[in-house]
Each structure stands twice: as C-alpha cells, then as structure tokens.
C-alpha cells in the first residue's frame, strides 16, 4: 500500500509523492568535492548552488533573461540523474547512452506527477538540454562554472581523478564564450592559473 492512499485528493498525493520520490537526489553523488574538501557533493547541492550562482552572476549575461526561470531550470536540470545517474563531464564512455538513460528516466520520473506538473517540469529539463532559450543558455553556464571553481579550489581533484587536460576542459566551458563574456574570461584564468600551478594538465 502506498503511504498516501489514504488522501481523497488524488492531485495532492501524486504531488507528495513525487516530491518524495526526489528525495532520492540527495544521495546521487557527483564527482565534485565540496570546497573544504571532505566529501563529494550531491545532486541537490549542486543544483541549490547553481541556482544561487544564478541568483548572484546573471548581471553578466549578455541576453535579457528571466532569472526566476534561470532558477526553475536551475531546480529541475538534473532530477532525471535520481534514475539515470550523475554521468561525468569527461567521461565519454557514459556519453554514449547518457540521452537514452536520461529520457527513460525523464519519462518515469515525470509521470509520478500530474498531466500538466509533469509536462512542466519536464519541458524545464529539456529545455536546459537543448540551449536554446536566453535562459537554458544562461543555466548551462552557471551549470559548467560551478564545478569549474570547485576543481579550482580543490586543487584539481576531478580534473586529476579523470586525467583531465586544459583543452577539454576549455572546451566543456565553451557555452560561456558568447552567453557570459566576463565569466568566460574568468575561465580563461582559472584554467591558465591551474595549469601554471599544476593541478590541470596542459
């Protein structure tokens, strides 16, 4: 028996339980560790993070946005990792069925909802993958700059874990170039700082 079954609202419990089922995405872990270090983070944190980078950096945008929809994107981007998992940034294996394994997992994950949440939130997630609203284009580089600091911070923890080198990680950081021209010249020099320190492969 389901923990709400005994609700008559059939629209509040399909709600509750989505809403519990994501719960889950606290325990997705990313190859990012937090800034002290101690720990991967998890999907939740990741996407709060984002939002907040969001919330503080779109000034730098170099289209007219609307960040409260930045911070939908921001919430909703990764909820499908819950049943496909976190696939690494460079890990090209994990890329090959990485669109199947998310839209199966899309369409599973959605569906707990109602019709209309469902479609919503789902067009929010693709959205996010296809870049092609001012927005999604905004949410990729927030997505993208986040972990960039992290490894940055930590000494190239995942860059060294996944023999990352400077190229890859400039191209992964492209998206920046045209949607965030300043934070792209920052990428510029965190990339240049970590291969002159030594935490990033030229």
């Known amino acids: 028996m389901n923990n709400f079954d005994f609700l008559d609202n059939d629209r509040l419990k399909k709600q509750i339980e989505f809403l519990v089922e994501i719960d889950k995405m606290k325990n997705i872990f990313r190859r990012t560790v937090l800034i ?20 503080i950096l779109n000034e730098y945008c170099s289209e007219d946005i609307d960040v409260s ?9 990764d909820l499908v990792e819950i049943y496909a998992g976190d696939t690494f940034a460079y890990d090209s294996e994990g ?14 994950l959605f569906s707990i909802l109602p019709d209309d949440e469902g479609k919503e939130i789902k067009e ?8 092609e609203t001012p ?16 490894n940055y911070l930590t000494n190239g923890h995942t860059w060294k874990e996944g023999d990352v080198h400077a190229p890859q990680v400039l191209e992964r950081m492209s998206v920046i170039k045209d949607s965030a021209p300043e934070i792209w010249n920052a990428v510029i020099g965190i990339v240049e700082e970590s291969v002159k320190r030594g935490i990033l492969k030229p």
């Open 36 to 55: 002290d270090g101690s720990r991967r983070e998890n999907d939740a944190e990741h996407s709060w993070h984002f939002a907040m980078l969001a919330l």
């Open 69 to 77: 929809h930045v911070i939908k994107i921001a919430i909703c981007h």
């Open 95 to 108: 890329h090959k069925d990485k669109e199947k394994r998310e839209k199966e997992a899309a369409d599973k």
């Open 124 to 131: 929010l997630w693709l959205e996010f993958e296809n870049k």
């Open 135 to 150: 927005e999604s284009r905004f949410a990729n580089v927030c997505d993208r700059f986040q972990p960039l600091v992290h």
